[in-house]
């Protein structure tokens, strides 16, 4: 058995299909199931059930995917530290959402004055999908607001922030301090199912034991302060976020009187994640960016 049957397994896994594997690898099919015969010869057991043109994995093939995904992508990951000259490197981070809209202009233009040699990409994406990139080594580390308990993760918390009901100056509420089960009753403008900062207004909710129903969800905080602004209804959002607006005018803040939704910011790698020395450099100075007040 050689990496390449391993490379040729996970493109039949992703594919589901030899033929579009095939393509894919720019191999004749004929090679490819030739490969998954060895594969299957090899360990003694069927990894694919063929059924209707297409391929299922069976539970042999799932645990041998999760060792494939680790084996291919540790070695990507040595071609890279090794190629790593120490002159210049490559990192790639992960925000949620808040973060990229606060501070990732500033955390972007002290890497490049701190850091220039080092190639850095960031991206923004809910907490969920980010997590997903952490597993799939495609991040090498991330800040994300809501973190799923796992054994694949090192996890640092970083800071803790508020968030705050908002709405239009206009919007027909005379009230300044609202209930739990009052706000609950008011048109609610949401982030997406998913997002750290949901979960918290959900988990806030949920603890008393009442149902939220929003009219609105966005995975854009633009969106839903916009329509906020607009007297459509009540967004909870991060503070930074609303800061702005609450100074001009733009937006009040409504107080809930027996409950506070905050939030943390937890840092995140994958246990198994080599850090180079450059990886270690952006992620502290990210480190410092974000637990600054």
């Not at 220039?116 to 907490?127: D, G, L, Y």
């Not at 994300?144 to 918390?157: A, F, Q």
């Not at 709405?167 to 005379?174: G, L």
């Not at 949920?206 to 906020?228: D, F, H, K, N, W």
């Amino acid at each position: 058995m050689t990496l390449r049957h391993l490379e040729i397994f996970s493109a039949v896994c992703a594919q589901g299909s030899f033929t579009r594997a095939a393509e894919k690898l720019n191999m004749a099919q004929p090679a490819v199931s030739l490969a998954i015969r060895e594969l299957e010869t090899f360990y003694a057991v069927r990894l694919f059930e063929r059924m209707n043109r297409r391929v299922y994995l069976t539970e042999a093939g799932r645990t041998l995917r999760q060792y494939a995904d680790t084996v291919l992508s540790q070695f990507r990951e040595s071609v890279e530290v090794l190629r790593e000259s120490g002159a210049r490197g490559f990192c790639s981070f992960g925000v949620h959402v808040t973060l990229g809209e606060t501070r990732l202009a500033g955390i972007l233009t002290r890497l490049a004055a701190e850091l220039p040699e080092m190639q850095v990409r960031a991206c923004v994406q809910n907490s969920r999908e980010t997590e997903r990139m952490i597993l799939q080594n495609e991040l090498d580390f991330a800040v994300v607001d809501n973190v799923t308990v796992s054994p694949h993760y090192l996890v640092e918390p970083l800071r803790e922030e508020a968030l705050a009901a908002v709405c239009a100056p206009s919007y027909q509420t005379d009230r300044e301090t609202l209930t739990l089960a009052e706000l609950a009753g008011e048109r609610l403008l949401l982030r997406e199912r998913g997002s750290g900062t949901r979960n918290s207004v959900d988990g806030g909710f949920q603890a008393a034991g009442i149902p939220v129903r929003p009219v609105q969800e966005s995975v854009s905080t633009g969106a839903l302060l916009a329509c906020a602004r607009a007297g459509i209804g009540i967004t909870l959002l991060p503070r930074p976020l609303v800061e702005a607006d609450l100074a001009a005018g733009r937006l009040r803040e409504l107080a809930v009187a027996d409950a506070a939704f905050r939030r943390t910011y937890f840092l995140v790698r994958h246990r198994s994640k080599y850090l180079t020395d450059g990886m270690r450099q952006v992620l502290q100075v990210v480190r410092e960016e974000i637990a600054a007040p």
